[in-house]
């Protein structure tokens, strides 16, 4: 008989600019027992995002504190209730939860969302789940696309990106995705059916981009920075709206501090705010799900059957195994990958 | 008996940076003749605001089309109707015009509001005027300040900053302004009321703004750019708004293109709005005037009833003859007069 073991990923360095395999340690240490009021969660399902990137900095993001060296990485799960010493959770039920980069986590049962019977339950963690909640709350917030106007998104084909030009379609607006390869171009439209996509390593990135959006951007999605932001600024209408999920190009960036050796930008975007009348606004996903998450459930019901009608279409990249986990992130920093990244940490 | 001549002043080159007085010229034409539907204007007040940096660039801002060369500067005025072929308007009344820089000017009476019997005719140039109503929209649209939050106003002894500090107090926030030099500072908290004054001059001017707001900022109505705009990010509270009228720190730089030499200032610009949930929006107060000036003429209304009153202070730096305007708005973007900035044309 084997005693299993809890297998869990820490920070063993802060990472200087892109992160490295030895930025990570694979450790294992000893399943913990359920307290009462616990449950023991079995990760099935772990889900890579951007995100992540920030929380190894010492400088914490702001909106979650940093983690600590040797501390376990976190990142949402699609986990399984092994032990339940809790009321309202059985053993054997599937929840969404926040188990982190591990075999086994304990929750006291307040972050658990019950997945009940579905069908994919990967796609809790991507278009039916928090990327998908952060697209749709982007857009229904800040964005607020008309029927007719023109959405472009930045890195369109990720978690995120591909729900925001599926949910702006669906509210009739014309779509145009960046992001960075032909093969990624290609699904934009034949996969999520966006009305164009535009590679932006084409050394024509901002000529190919103003012909895909000849009547300007009414909404841009900005999750990239850099050179995509600078290809948009021009095009942008009068009253245009950008709701700002993250900026990816400048995460492996110390401090995001930017480059020394570039020009300043940012008077060049303050104009741009000002002469079209620009909105540009942050936001948190998580600032958003709503008493006892009841904002989020609802979505992820309806996306759920959206999924499952053929009217939303999800695409997943799956990384195989935990130990996997570390590079399925540098890749995914890189954009190696298409569509939602998980690690399948344990058969379901 | 001499025959009424027209003086005005053309754009005679187009500044490299910091106007020059060589890039004006004055003119003198003959007073234009009045034809069926017009009213010919005597200027007495000439407004002198930043925006007007921006329209002798070659290209224009977008809210406005740039000046050719030789063309007469633009600018609202106070104006006397001289002569008058139109039906609502009659010889002697007062209008608000946009008769721009010269002595007489035609209309055809649409853009003209008239002022009635007021007292100080020149604060409809000002505090009851385009630079008032600038701060009113701002905070109205954009700002929305609580009671109890913190207002920061960078330019705060300008036209537009003085009247924002003052509606953001009425409307129950704390108040903090941003001038150059001791003099305007202290003008800050005694004549306009402001809770607290930083001078950005001050060597450790970030270390004294955090002090000033020693609870974070709420609300930064935007008018500068540039190394206020620096100390001030760090000090946004989570859902803080920026609204953006103007960056004057940044209107003498060619094109707005920025420092060459400076580090690039926009990843970290994005990734405080991120962090903080910031909504940072630029507006254009010509968008907001209503239908047939509605709105104008209500806050026009309102305002010089509270200024009378003593419940608002207005403060207008004279410049004396249509001859030193353009050293009247080199210095204004220079940052030396104190108040609403207008031309006295002719006497009253």
Redesign the interface.
């Known amino acids: 008989m084997t005693t299993p073991v809890n297998r869990r990923i820490v920070l063993a360095a802060r990472p200087a600019g892109r992160p490295l395999p030895g930025d990570f340690r694979l450790e294992t240490v000893a399943v913990p027992s359920v307290g009462a009021g616990q449950v023991l969660l079995r990760t099935l399902y772990l889900s890579l995002d951007p995100y992540m990137r920030n929380l190894m900095e010492e400088i914490g993001?702001?909106?979650a504190p940093p983690l600590a060296l040797g501390e376990v990485l976190v990142g949402g799960t699609v986990s399984r209730v092994v032990e339940s010493r809790h009321p309202d959770f059985r053993a054997g039920e599937l929840v969404l939860a926040h188990a982190g980069w591990q075999d086994y986590a304990l929750s006291d049962g307040q972050d658990l969302v019950p997945l009940g019977d579905v069908g994919r339950p990967s796609l809790a963690l991507g278009a039916a789940g928090m990327p998908g909640f952060t697209a749709q709350v982007g857009l229904a917030e800040i964005g607020r696309p008309r029927a007719g106007e023109t959405v472009v998104v930045g890195a369109a084909t990720g978690a995120v990106g591909a729900m925001v030009g599926q949910l702006a379609r669906r509210a009739g607006a014309r779509v145009v995705g960046i992001a960075g390869g032909a093969d990624k171009v290609r699904h934009l439209v034949e996969t999520f059916g966006f009305d164009a996509a535009v590679d932006r390593r084409d050394p024509r990135f901002a000529e190919r981009l103003r012909e895909a959006a000849p009547a300007g951007i009414d909404v841009y999605f900005?999750s990239v920075?850099g050179e995509v932001?600078d290809a948009v600024l021009p095009l942008l209408n009068i009253g245009a709206r950008v709701p700002?999920?993250?900026?990816i190009a400048?995460y492996n960036?110390a401090g995001?501090?930017?480059?020394?050796a570039?020009?300043?930008?940012?008077?060049?975007?303050?104009?741009?705010?000002?002469?079209?009348?620009?909105?540009?606004?942050?936001?948190?996903v998580l600032?958003h799900y709503g008493d006892g998450l009841s904002r989020f459930k609802a979505f992820q019901r309806e996306m759920t059957a959206a999924i499952a009608a053929g009217e939303v279409r999800a695409l997943e990249h799956v990384v195989d195994g935990l130990e996997r986990a570390p590079q399925g992130l540098i890749d995914l920093l890189d954009g190696r990958h298409l569509g939602k990244v998980v690690v399948a940490v344990a058969a379901p």
């Open positions: 993001p702001g909106y900005e920075g932001l700002v999920s993250g900026f400048h960036e995001a501090e930017g480059d020394a570039a020009p300043d930008r940012r008077p060049a975007l303050l104009a741009t705010l000002l002469q079209k009348r620009v909105r540009m606004e942050g936001f948190i600032d």
